[in-house]
């Protein structure tokens, strides 16, 4: 419990550091959201709209930045994360809630997905270590692992989506269809989704599967490892029960880590499929110099990757008890 309690306390200072950082930062660039907003219009707004734009913003440069924290908190707390300036009158929140769903769906499927194939794979590799499988697979994923995203994305781009027509390139969903619950349209999302979803797990199983395989290696040759042999346990028992359980501990974090990055998209990959997820988002508002967007994303991100490490701990603490009773010392 005292473990836990600790964990709770760090991630809670740590956040508010992020949301203290979040605030500061855009306003230590030079000039304004408003600002920007009054000259896509050419300068022909009367400049009496800009005090309103700049209250809407929550951006009042003639009060102490102590009082514009404040409010910025007191938003916070109610939800509020501002408007959004290149979308001008959206709110940044149902920017961001229009967006985030299909990054979970697009991104998260993927991640868990690539994870569960790399581990099974991983584990089979150590197990027949030094075989054809082993030396294969190991090859294999060395090299697909190297690979940059938008090199493949812009591959199944061209191959499978242009020259072959087998999947669709570009968006979420048809055009000419309205977003229901049919069966109609859910088939018309995944097959979307097909070209970017194995853009993401041709880059990234690779990973799983060489920590998995290197890490159950070096269990293996654990003394208690060897006990078990000795004992006349069975190598399948052994490596699921004893060498398994703990060569996924070091995987364990770094999956959490990629959850938290989740909700950041994969940037290139939405950007080449045109995929209507928050990473496009974000290279979107990063392109029109929306400050409002930006920061609002930014939190979303920082939050879950935090919120992600939590859990992380959490399950490390649960696996292996070794790190609760280091944390009650």
Not at 269 to 275: A, C, H, K, L, R
Request: proline share 5%.
């Amino acid at each position: 419990m005292r473990y836990l309690m600790r964990r709770i306390i760090f991630y809670v200072v740590a956040f508010v550091a992020t949301i203290t950082i979040n605030f500061f930062l855009p306003r230590a660039m030079p000039g304004n959201p408003a600002e920007a907003l009054m000259s896509k219009f050419g300068g022909r707004l009367n400049p009496l709209a800009l005090k309103s734009i700049e209250i809407a913003f929550g951006l009042h440069e003639h009060e102490p930045i102590w009082n514009q924290y404040l409010q910025y908190l007191g938003q916070l707390l109610h939800g509020n994360l501002g408007t959004s300036l290149a979308y001008y009158p959206a709110s940044v929140s149902g920017l961001i809630g229009t967006a985030l769903p299909w990054t979970l769906f697009l991104v998260g499927l993927s991640t868990i997905i690539s994870f569960v194939i790399g581990i099974i794979i991983g584990s089979i590799s150590a197990w027949r270590f030094g075989g054809a499988f082993d030396t294969f697979m190991s090859t294999f994923f060395t090299f697909t692992y190297a690979f940059p995203y938008f090199w493949i994305a812009l591959a199944c781009l061209y191959l499978i989506g242009y020259l072959w027509g087998v999947f669709p390139i570009s968006g979420a969903y048809s055009m000419d269809l309205v977003p229901n619950l049919s069966v109609s349209f859910v088939f018309n999302v995944i097959r979307h989704a097909i070209l970017p979803s194995l853009t993401i797990i041709f880059t990234s199983v690779g990973y799983w599967a060489v920590n998995m395989r290197n890490t159950t290696i070096t269990t293996l040759a654990e003394d208690y490892v060897t006990m078990a042999e000795a004992k006349g346990i069975t190598l399948r028992r052994i490596l699921l029960r004893y060498a398994g359980r703990n060569a996924i501990l070091p995987n364990i974090t770094g999956f959490a880590m990629s959850m938290g990055f989740i909700v950041g998209g994969a940037i290139l990959t939405e950007i080449v499929f045109s995929y209507p997820g928050l990473g496009n988002l974000l290279f979107q508002a990063v392109q029109q110099e929306d400050y409002p967007l930006i920061q609002g994303i930014l939190m979303i991100i920082s939050f879950s990757v935090l919120a992600a490490n939590f859990v992380a701990d959490v399950t490390y603490s649960l696996l292996d008890p070794r790190v609760r009773v280091g944390g009650n010392q």
